[in-house]
């Protein structure tokens, strides 16, 4: 009883219901189109099938042990003393995938201005033996891949690692470049599957929105260089 009235009691439920007793209540179109909106963005089923439709076609989740080409690590910020939880979240899940796979001394290139947190981070993790080629290759995701295009055989399997709500610009972009490339997510709470049971349909879940916000950040920032990257 206890799991099924409790998310009503969530400041956003209540605002959700809110709304549906206002919409009911006075008619309005712009209460509608808001009602819509709230419900479409927050709902967990909604927001389920987007998560198993971007880990299924943009980042994948699953690595085949036989992998014999190299790993692409885009750096996530930080400073020469220390860096944030999204890279160390990537090189875990890059220190793991590299040492399932059965290539022997793989390549790893890391593009961050502050290359040696980064390693002093990663080489403990490593339980085999790798080549490491750090570098900076430039202030944003863009830069990078202009330096990539230049500097890595395309003919090499790549496998890039990547946040997950990054993987969509990642995976756009190797397409662009033409690099022979898959990319990794390292999962983050925000795309993990929301629990989805008896009040799944009446109610709204505040990581689904954040879910939205960070795929539309994304998607608008790959079509915004896409217009504009021919003319700067």
């Not at 963005?41 to 971007?54: C, D, E, L, M, S």
């Not at 793991?96 to 790893?108: F, K, M, R, W």
């Not at 946040?163 to 033409?178: E, I, M, P």
């Amino acid at each position: 009883m206890k799991d099924l009235i409790e998310p009503f009691l969530y400041p956003h439920n209540l605002f959700f219901w809110g709304l549906v007793f206002a919409a009911v209540r006075y008619r309005k179109w712009g209460l509608w189109l808001l009602l819509a909106w709230f419900y479409a963005f927050g709902n967990g089923w909604v927001a389920n099938q987007v998560r198993y439709w971007y880990n299924a076609e943009i980042a994948s989740t699953a690595f085949p042990a036989d992998f014999t080409g190299n790993f692409m690590l885009p750096g996530c910020g930080g400073d020469a003393r220390q860096i944030p939880d999204c890279a160390k979240a990537r090189l875990t899940r890059l220190a793991e995938l590299v040492n399932q796979t059965s290539h022997d001394a793989p390549l790893i290139h890391i593009t961050t201005l502050f290359c040696q947190p980064y390693l002093d981070y990663l080489q403990p993790l490593l339980k085999r033996e790798t080549r490491l080629d750090c570098f900076h290759g430039g202030a944003t995701t863009y830069h990078e891949f202009y330096t990539l295009n230049s500097r890595l055989d395309h003919k090499i399997p790549l496998w890039f690692v990547t946040s997950d709500y990054h993987a969509y610009r990642v995976h756009q972009l190797a397409l662009q470049y033409g690099f022979n490339a898959k990319v990794y997510a390292a999962p983050s709470s925000t795309f993990r599957p929301v629990n989805c049971g008896t009040t799944c349909f009446l109610t709204v879940n505040l990581s689904n929105f954040d879910l939205f916000a960070k795929l539309s950040a994304e998607i608008a920032s790959f079509y915004v260089y896409q217009l504009t990257h021919r003319f700067t």
